[in-house]
């Protein structure tokens, strides 16, 4: 896993990377997902292929074309054809009506087959078995035979031509099975109405309402699977209606309303209060606060004023401003974070690829189960083993049918992931959304993940007589000069303030020492300990409290005004306001907390000290972050990395699963597994939280799934007949293996109900 990171950071030519999405039709059961990822994976180019059952949709990425893709599918016994619609709302309309189509389909075979099942079964019931005995009985059956054949052509025939095109190909799944049970009940069923003199008394029984009912019931199980299904869908669904329809261009001094297509890059647009954020852009005219929540999971607004960020599907609250387009399309941030999540909802963790496998050849055994009862009631049967055994073995076949195993995993990924986007976590793969359950050591970024990762002004302690406007009007304006960063926190703080810098004169920096100017004849001077003692200023009233300062994580910087000391600055990266509670949430988890800085040692203590993190490595180069991520993974540590910035790269590469701040750079966000939309760690808890749920949710259904198939199997070959003479009937198990995918989808749209604990 880690390598496949590394080498996504190398550059990849485009047309290797190329991505072809498929709609798959015919697909019935995880073991046809198996078969269809083989087949496009054995061509030529094809780099991957991951197929998502609950939305019958493939991505393929690598240099291939359409035509080869689609060749493939339709030689392995589907149909498939290329995704056209335009955008990622287009899609989902398409596959909203195409999934309403087939619902409505469904339903109407469903009626037709329980409108002769239903009075067939009832009728049964009424007179107790259905035997053939005389003339009247044959005539009388042989036409019902014949409404059961209709049933089977008009409802069923999907099940059988799947059986078919599986059969030609040499394999086996769950229309297999379907087809088996109800053809073998109706075939014996006609042998008993034409030839009954060949059967003994005692097994001359007809079984046509099993047929009927078996294919309504299945059908039925279908139709609300493909009903609840759609319920997954709604995390994209909230996306996409966060995108602006329209936006409204200013062209030759006029604002022009345009369709949000027809955005072009550094196209001027004015938004106004209460409008949505058209396209990803930079403020260059007013000022407002912007409600980020939807993307970010933060509630507050965010102030934006020139030179500001703001992104497509954001929401003005206040001011108007004109903004520059600097994305457009599908470059936005929000087409991205769309993609990505489809994209993770489309891909499989390792517990889904172990239900594929294993359903690959469940189906196969089952027959073979099957054809073993039927020959154990042939020849230990009762008088009327022939009967028995068409009776176990259809409803072997029936019972194990694999749809509900199939479903299992993609239904709680799509769901999981969609929850997690909702939070402002977004996953990029299966995988990540699995191993992120099992983290059992965090690694921490200081600057700029665990703190703000801009310094600002904390402390302002002012010798006697000094006034606090004018010390910090004279440091910023002898700052303005400089490009360090923390004269940069010194500018913004005056400009918070209402403060303007003046011009200075005779400006020069002392390296490694600080700074001096001279302003309105006044000599400055702002530096640290050792300028002070080389010009001999006497600072002995403020070394305790400066020392003290330090040892809090904060750099004190001397200000003198005419060889006299007037000020100590002190100036830090201050920590984020809820990463001691989030840091909090995730050692109550019992994840161990280290944390990485290449800020020296002190300041990194004090850090560690005040967010109650007890292990921690400083003064560290990019490569030994990446080190520290092996070793601790060699100690048979699950290590997540969290950082925010090009340095955290090659860590978040090589750990199991990479965290990057969204707030932080592309590289990074590129490098990692899992990006958190907001700077707050409480992201991290939460995206532990749904990992943790939603690998949960797949247990729960592989389990029922499994423990359903493997107790089902036995009871419908009838090892309970001997001690209690119960046998299952096939309508039963119809009626259970439908509703079973049922169970499944539900159980999956539970965790659209999650809410991680409270902070």
Known sequence: MQQGKVDALNSVNAAETEEHQLIIDGAS??????KIEKALRAVKGVKSADMNFAQRSVIVTGNVKDASLITAVEIAGYNAKVDTSGSEEEALDEKEKADWQYYKKLMRDMTIALLLGVPLMIYGLMIGEMT????????????VGLATLGVMYFSGKHFYIGAWNSLKNHSANMDTLIALGTGTAWVYSMVVVAVPELLPQMARHVYFEATAMIIGLINLGLALEVKARGKTSEAIKRLIGLQAKTARVVRDGKDIDIPIEDVLLNDLIRVRPGEKISVDGLVVEGHTAVDESMLTGEPMPVEKSDGDKVVAGTINKSGSVVFKATRVGKD?????????VKRAQNSKPP????????????????????????????????SSAVAFAIVSATTVLIIACPCALGLATPMSVMVGVGKAAEAGVLIRNGEALQTA??????????????????PKVTDLLLAEGQIRQHVLMLAASIEAGSEHPLAMAILESAK????????VSAFASIAGKGVEAVLDDSQLLFGNEKLMKERSIDIRAFIDRAQTLAEEAKTPMYFAINNKIAAVIAVADPIKTDSIEAIKRLQSNGIRIVMLTGDNRLTAKAIASKVGITEFVAEV????????????????????????????APALAHANVGFAIGTGTDVAIESADITLMRG????????IAVSKATLTNIKQNLFGAFIYNVAGVPIAAGILYPFFGLLLSPIIAGAAMAFSSLTVVTNANRLRFFKAKDH
């Open 332 to 340: 936005t941030a929000l087409a991205q974070i769309i993609n990505m």
């Open 496 to 503: 918070e303030q209402g403060i303007e810098a003046r011009r």
């Open 437 to 454: 359950s099992k983290i059992t050591t965090m690694i921490l970024d200081k600057t700029g993940t665990i703190t703000e990762g801009a």
């Open 132 to 143: 053939v005995n005389t003339t009247g009985e044959r005539i009388g059956w042989l036409a």
């Open 351 to 382: 517990i889904g690829r172990l239900a594929d496998v294993i359903s690959a050849y469940f189906v196969p055994v089952i027959m073979i189960i099957a054809v073993l009862s039927a020959l154990a009631w042939l020849n230990f049967g009762p």
């Open 621 to 648: 180069m990019p490569e030994d972050k990446a080190n520290k991520v092996a070793q601790l993974q060699k100690e048979g540590e699950i290590v997540g990395m969290t950082g925010d910035g090009i340095n955290d």
């Open 29 to 34: 059961c995880a073991s046809c997902v198996t």
């Open 680 to 687: 707050s760690l409480h992201g991290l808890a939460d995206a």
